[in-house]
């Protein structure tokens, strides 16, 4: 069942489809639906993807794809009746989306690339081309430390992060270790051990009972600004 502003978003986009063949930007979104900040409207839209009302298309930011939804809900009829879904008329491509859009995502802070440090949540967003993003809800973490330095990721550099609870061995995820400390490692597990590897061969791995670790994303792409 849609929330009420998931209602409201899946309407809205689809009403800028029909009239112009183009998405409406994320801060058009925010507006529009009277939400505080573009993470929001971040947090809407993943959801309406994973539960496959829409999707974007590869490399643009502002190239939504409404694949189906509630059938009362068209930019001219009330909203009712959310479990009912039916298949929709794809629009035309949208024309004019460039494919070095930027989108912002949610800044939460500084994580470790060394011995394990908080990663804090702000309200800052960070800028980031759409082609180093694919499908997913998105976060940045700016890196500190230097134990990851092998597998190209420098003191200094943007974390580019896929929010996820999950992932395979020899992936490079956001770890958060015993519920207060979160570090940027690569993931083994051994032994009923999970083993949090570094990039550096000055750093010792760290192992920690099962329990003691919770994936908060895997790695998705590097940003890095040159001074």
């Known amino acids: 069942m849609l929330t009420r502003k998931q209602h409201e978003l899946i309407r809205f986009i689809q009403t800028r489809l029909e009239?112009?063949?183009?998405?409406?930007s994320f801060e058009e979104m925010k507006e529009a639906l009277d939400l505080k900040s573009k993470s929001g409207v971040h947090r809407l839209i993943s959801a309406l993807e994973e539960r496959g009302f829409i999707r974007r298309l590869p490399n643009r930011a502002r190239a939504l794809e409404v694949l189906?939804?509630?059938?009362?809900?068209?930019?001219?009829?009330?909203?009712?009746?959310?479990?009912?879904?039916?298949?929709?008329?794809?629009?035309?491509?949208?024309?004019?989306?460039?494919?070095?859009?930027?989108i912002e995502i949610p800044l939460?802070?500084?994580?470790a690339a060394g011995v394990p440090i908080e990663a804090m949540e702000t309200s800052a967003m960070l800028p980031v081309p759409a082609a180093l993003l694919g499908s997913g809800e998105h976060y940045a973490l700016e890196v500190s430390g230097d134990s990851m330095i092998e597998a190209g990721i420098l003191d200094g550099d943007y974390a580019l992060i896929r929010?996820?609870?999950?992932?395979?061995?020899?992936e490079i995820v956001v770890a958060l270790v015993r519920g207060e400390e979160a570090t940027l490692?690569?993931?083994?597990?051994?032994?009923?051990?999970?083993?949090?590897?570094?990039?550096?061969?000055?750093?010792?791995?760290?192992?920690y009972d099962p329990?003691?670790?919770v994936v908060q994303g895997k790695l998705a792409g590097l940003l890095r600004r040159y001074h």
Request: aromatic share 2%.
């Open 68 to 102: 189906k939804q509630p059938e009362d809900v068209s930019s001219k009829a009330p909203l009712a009746k959310p479990d009912n879904v039916v298949p929709l008329k794809r629009p035309e491509p949208a024309r004019t989306a460039p494919a070095n859009d930027v």
């Open 108 to 111: 939460h802070g500084r994580i």
């Open 19 to 24: 009239e112009s063949g183009v998405s409406p």
């Open 163 to 170: 929010r996820t609870d999950s992932a395979r061995d020899g």
């Open 211 to 213: 329990r003691e670790v």
């Open 185 to 207: 490692k690569y993931l083994r597990r051994e032994n009923g051990r999970v083993r949090l590897d570094p990039a550096n061969a000055a750093y010792e791995p760290q192992i």
